[in-house]
């Protein structure tokens, strides 16, 4: 969901509280059908400020059983946008061995914000490793059945010529 800046600036206020509804994030190995965000985009002189929480719902596996699990995960997020101008000045200002800050300043394309792409990319990092579908999952066990500590019969003749 993309919220164009160019039309708030039209409004001649410096604050705008926002809650929405994102729906069917994509994440690497899940599905995050469903986020609630609350977050405020405050216009500062040239620089867009964006701040707020989210709580996410993600459909995964569990790393242990494969059984599907639903986690939640809930976080704050912060976004400093630019227009291109003075993203540009920006850039110029850092120099040629300019560090990473966390606070680092992202260029506005056409005017607009991609309030989804934010979110995820906190998502991502927000996202429990292994997720489990509980503390104590018997997955471990379930998948030592599907093991086979014998050699594969087609490479046993291989085997035999090396002996």
């Known amino acids: 969901m993309k919220k164009n800046i160019d039309q708030l600036k039209k409004r001649r206020e410096t604050k705008f509280q926002f809650t929405e509804i994102l729906e069917d994030i994509l994440v690497e190995g899940a599905l ?16 867009i400020i964006i701040r707020g929480e989210y709580t996410a719902l993600i459909k995964t596996n569990c790393v ?35 560090q990473v800050f966390d606070d680092m300043v992202e260029e506005l394309v056409d005017g607009e914000v991609d ?10 990092l927000d996202m429990p490793q292994f997720p489990a579908c509980e503390p104590e999952c018997s997955g471990l066990e379930e998948l030592e ?3 086979d500590s014998g050699i594969d019969s087609r490479w046993q003749k291989l085997l035999d010529l090396k002996n």
Do not use: M
């Open 64 to 98: 242990r059983c494969l059984e599907e699990i639903e986690v939640t995960v809930s976080g704050e997020f912060f976004g400093n946008y630019k227009e291109s101008k003075d993203y540009e000045e920006y850039i110029e200002s850092l120099g040629k061995e300019a």
């Open 32 to 47: 995050v059908p469903k986020v609630d965000v609350n977050y405020l985009v405050e216009l500062v002189q040239s620089e």
């Open 115 to 124: 309030i989804s792409s934010l979110v995820r990319d906190y998502i991502i």
């Open 145 to 147: 059945k599907y093991r």
